[in-house]
């Protein structure tokens, strides 16, 4: 059976994890972290 999709409201905040295999930390360091909100920006 397929998952209902996701509600989305405008100009409300989303809640977005991000985790590596096996919940291991995702970024190595604040330049990893930097980088991926860098690119996730608009």
């Known amino acids: 059976m397929a998952r209902r999709p996701r509600l989305y409201l405008p100009n409300c ?10 919940r291991y930390a995702y970024f190595r360091d604040d330049s990893d972290y930097k980088g991926y909100l860098y690119f996730k920006s608009p």
């Open 13 to 22: 905040p989303l809640h977005i994890i991000q985790r590596g295999n096996n």
